[in-house]
């Protein structure tokens, strides 16, 4: 079974970077395509990014493109998250998960399994 866990959550300024890691262990990493999700208090958990089992496709929401970045290292068996010209309404609790239905780049969390815990950042002056 994979165990994913998220870190590099913490308090950044508007317009400043940060990137987030979630490392998994169990099962072959690079056998999954993974994904990004975001929670912000009182709201539903939405889509942010996904990446293909060899990190040749990426995808991305509207409100990010641009400005965040999802990469993968097979050999460490971490995905990424860098976040670039972030702005207050990024806060959130930020999960990966794995698709275990669907396809690659997939944008429905009910989609996705074996989420990890969540790292919060908060994007405030």
């Known amino acids: 079974q994979v165990q994913l866990v998220e870190s590099g959550g913490g308090l950044v300024q508007p317009g400043g970077s940060l990137r987030l890691s979630c490392a998994a262990s169990?099962?072959?990493?690079?056998?999954?395509?993974l994904g990004w999700f975001r929670q912000a208090t009182g709201k539903e958990r939405e889509f942010v990014a996904a990446?293909?089992?060899?990190?040749?496709?990426?995808y991305y929401a509207d409100s990010v493109k641009g400005r965040f970045t999802i990469s993968r290292d097979n050999a460490k068996n971490t995905v990424y998250l860098q976040m670039n010209s972030v702005r207050p309404e990024d806060t959130a609790v930020y999960y990966c998960?794995?698709?275990?239905?669907?396809?690659?780049?997939?944008?429905?969390?009910?989609?996705?399994?074996?989420w990890g815990p969540g790292t919060q950042v908060t994007v405030s002056s």
């Open positions: 998960g794995v698709v275990t239905r669907g396809y690659s780049g997939s944008k429905y969390a009910y989609e996705y399994g074996y």
């Open positions: 169990g099962g072959t990493f690079s056998r999954y395509s």
């Open positions: 990446i293909s089992m060899s990190g040749g496709s990426t």
